[in-house]
């Protein structure tokens, strides 16, 4: 393997972790959202602030995610990151091996 393909595997595998974080903050922000927490809590503005991007993106594209007062949308974040994870960056992983 040449010294671009490791890199490029390096990469990889950092986004997969950055990828892991996120779904953590997103799934923790669901669970937060069940329990309506103190608004002025630094740990919950964190999450809502991290998590927010994801969410209004799902939003932008207007899917309807609210079923039976039920919001989907950390489900459909999560497909869509797991997507990414194991085809995208799976894909590149392995073209950086035939490198």
Same mark, same amino acid.
Request: proline fraction near 6%; glycine fraction near 4%.
């Given at each position: 393997?040449?010294?671009?393909?490791?890199?490029?595997?390096?990469?990889?595998?950092?986004?997969?972790?950055?990828? &892991?974080? $996120?779904?953590?903050?997103?799934?923790?922000?669901?669970?937060?959202?069940?329990?309506?927490?103190?608004?002025?809590?630094?740990?919950?503005?964190?999450? $809502?602030?991290?998590?927010?991007?994801?969410y209004?993106?799902? &939003?932008?594209?207007?899917?309807?995610?609210?079923?039976?007062?039920?919001?989907?949308?950390?489900?459909?974040?999560?497909?869509?990151?797991?997507?990414?994870?194991?085809?995208?960056l799976?894909?590149?992983?392995?073209?950086? $091996?035939?490198?």
């Amino acid at each position: 393997m040449t010294i671009l393909s490791h890199f490029i595997i390096s990469v990889v595998d950092i986004l997969e972790i950055v990828i &892991r974080a $996120y779904t953590f903050i997103i799934i923790a922000a669901a669970l937060v959202s069940w329990v309506r927490p103190d608004p002025f809590n630094p740990i919950v503005q964190l999450l $809502y602030r991290l998590s927010a991007p994801a969410y209004n993106l799902i &939003r932008k594209l207007r899917i309807p995610t609210i079923f039976g007062g039920i919001d989907i949308a950390p489900i459909i974040i999560l497909l869509a990151l797991e997507f990414i994870s194991r085809f995208v960056l799976g894909y590149i992983r392995a073209l950086a $091996y035939q490198i």
